[in-house]
């Protein structure tokens, strides 16, 4: 556990504003979850063949640009509403996004696509602070992902929130290296450590998902969807209240840091043993502990879409003692507990298939937490 010492408070704040989050363990008070109602599959290119693996490229050729199949829609919907149920138990608001028929196509001066979902809200929004930002994501299946959230985007903002949409990608052919080899996992092994991804530095892009924040700092990785241009942009824009460190991990196929580095309180993160981060001892340094992930329970012929078991790790923490972990990974239960939580168990495998976990299918509106700084 950090002291008094390594926590050091930079603003009090006395009435919470609306949107309000620093970090990933404050008490959670208001959230959005996703939803997949008006799923659609996103159509087979080059970053979709970049972060899945050969054996389910079928599905992509199979159903891309059409809705998910309804036998796949109903349990993750009835699991997600459940969630909300729990989250809504432990006396969190929760809020949705609106319901939009993905399967519409757009045609743009640059590309053409269908959509993909508003399931995953961690990946298009960031709150620091009081401010959200709208991430400048990379699939085309997501330029227009904005569009479900617009509804809530204008509420906070008439609540007092500063909303900011990071700059929108033109999403040419320029941004992608559809060369990009990957049948083989050593393929991608050996590019990602060449840092050779399927995004280019055309523009900036990045997936909000490849952030973990930590106070005044937070943790970044270069990844398939969020290129150095993209990590620039949010460093420039945050100015000199906030400190952007990049981490590298050693991941075949990066996208998304919450599956593989998870902050838990002041002073503890969780590590994804198949990733190892090139980076821990800025984490050491300043004191903190580093923990190791349990392997996961999921049976390898779950249909696993876009993500990978260590969806177990995913997890949404209600505040520095209660954390959401989902139902049949009971090592990471056992785990947990040990470490002084109590564990709220969800069952949330149906939404895996749609690829991701509680902290993915979510986004801290608020949190009561201020700013402040844990020791880097
Ligand atoms: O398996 O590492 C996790 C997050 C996807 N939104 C993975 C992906």
């Known amino acids: 556990m950090l002291t008094s010492e390594h926590s050091k408070r930079l603003a009090s704040t006395k009435t919470l504003p609306i949107v ?29 063949k970049a972060n899945t693996y050969p054996k389910n490229w079928w599905f992509f050729q199979k159903y891309g640009g059409r809705p998910y199949p309804q036998e796949l829609l109903e349990p993750a919907s009835k699991q997600l509403n459940e969630f909300c149920r729990v989250l809504e138990g432990e006396g969190v608001t929760v809020r949705r996004p609106d319901i939009i028929d ?13 959509g993909l979902y508003a399931a995953m809200p961690r990946d298009i929004l960031t709150v620091i602070g009081n401010e959200i930002i709208e991430a400048p994501m ?18 906070y903002l008439k609540q007092g929130a500063k ?13 992608y290296d559809f060369d990009y080899p990957i049948e083989t996992v050593e393929d991608r092994h050996e590019l990602a450590e060449l840092g050779r991804f399927v995004t280019t530095e055309f523009e900036p892009c990045f997936d909000a998902a490849d952030i973990t924040r930590c106070g ?19 460093r420039n824009h945050l100015g ?15 996208m998304h840091i919450d599956a593989t580095f998870v902050p838990l309180r002041p002073g503890l993160v969780l590590t994804n043993p198949d990733r190892p981060c090139y980076q821990i001892d800025i984490f050491k340094k300043a ?42 990974e009971e090592p990471m239960h056992k785990f947990f507990k040990n470490l002084g939580f109590e564990v709220i168990p969800v069952a949330f495998r149906h939404v895996y298939t749609f690829g991701g976990s509680f902290h993915c299918v979510t986004c801290d509106i608020r949190r009561d937490s201020q700013l402040e700084e844990y020791g880097f």
Not at 102 to 114: C, L, N
Not at 218 to 234: A, Y
């Open 287 to 328: 004191g903190w502990d580093v923990v190791t992930a349990v392997q996961p329970t999921l049976p390898d012929n779950w249909p696993l879409y876009m993500s990978s078991k260590w969806l177990c790790m995913n997890i949404l923490i209600l505040d520095p003692k209660r954390v959401i972990v989902e139902k049949d």
């Open 216 to 234: 005044r700092d937070l943790f970044v990785q270069r990844s398939q969807v969020t290129n150095k241009l993209g990590i620039t942009w949010l």
């Open 138 to 155: 990379a699939w085309r299946a997501r330029f227009f992902e904005y569009r479900a959230y617009r509804s809530l985007m204008k509420e």
């Open 240 to 254: 000199d209240r906030f400190r952007v460190h990049t981490l590298k991990f050693q991941d075949p196929n990066p």
């Open 20 to 48: 309000n989050s620093y970090n990933e363990w404050d008490t959670l008070q208001e959230i959005i979850v996703g939803r997949v109602e008006g799923a659609c599959v996103p159509q087979f290119d080059a970053t979709i």
């Open 163 to 175: 909303w900011t949409t990071a700059p929108k990608p033109l999403m040419s052919d320029e941004l």
């Open 102 to 114: 993905f399967s519409s196509s757009y045609k743009t001066p640059d590309f053409e696509a269908t």
